[in-house]
């Protein structure tokens, strides 16, 4: 069984949630990243919630989505949506099936080819702060500063957790992101975490988590 591409204006009809009164709140816990030890990295125990992380790495297949699976396996089995948003390869469905994640409830948002990455980042905002996913990954490869914040803001109003892939030479430019880890060698490194001190140490997965091919 294959995940669905469905336009984005439908999803966003038939599942948008509408806020009145938000009122401010505690911080809230983390939702773990599967990883003990990286739990035990981050400030809140996990990846931080309502927020916008970014995963940057110096190529694309350095262990991006293995990080990241364990996460998406977790809410799609809990029937808890999740969204990739025009993803620049073709997720092979067998593998995430045998690492866990329930297809029914993972999303694949194909954006118009013509609107270029303009558009994918706008459909990575409007699924962000839908309030329709429990989890959004962009690679928004191009994005300047007010468009980082953006995302920042519609993940916090979507109550969401948003996943930036991007390249490491963004890695030394500020960003309003929550967390930023780095893939360093072997090692992800945590750049900046809010709410905490960033570590010393890295954290590398162990090999038998990594998304099969």
Not at 86 to 91: L, S
Request: hydrophobic share 45%.
């Amino acid at each position: 069984m294959a995940a669905h591409v469905v336009p984005l204006e439908s999803l966003l009809s038939a599942r948008t949630v509408w806020r009145a009164g938000r009122q401010a709140a505690p911080a809230p816990l983390g939702e773990s990243t599967g990883f003990a030890a990286l739990d035990a990295l981050l400030p809140h125990g996990g990846w931080p919630q309502g927020a916008l992380s970014e995963l940057l790495i110096p190529v694309e297949g350095v262990g991006e989505l293995t990080l990241l699976v364990p996460t998406i396996a977790r809410m799609t089995q809990a029937g808890r949506l999740v969204a990739l948003i025009a993803p620049p390869f073709c997720p092979y469905a067998p593998a995430w099936q045998r690492a866990g994640v329930d297809l029914r409830y993972l999303e694949i948002v194909d954006t118009n080819a013509q609107a270029g990455s303009k558009g994918a980042l706008w459909a990575f905002e409007q699924c962000l702060r839908s309030a329709a996913f429990s989890a959004v990954l962009g690679w928004p490869s191009n994005a300047d500063s007010p468009a980082l914040r953006r995302l920042q803001v519609a993940a916090d109003t979507g109550e969401c957790l948003g996943f930036a892939v991007r390249d490491s030479r963004h890695a030394d430019n500020p960003s309003p992101a929550a967390l930023r880890i780095e893939r360093v060698q072997a090692d992800w490194r945590i750049r900046k975490c809010r709410g905490g001190q960033v570590p010393s140490q890295g954290f590398a997965p162990p090999s038998h988590h990594a998304l099969p091919g």
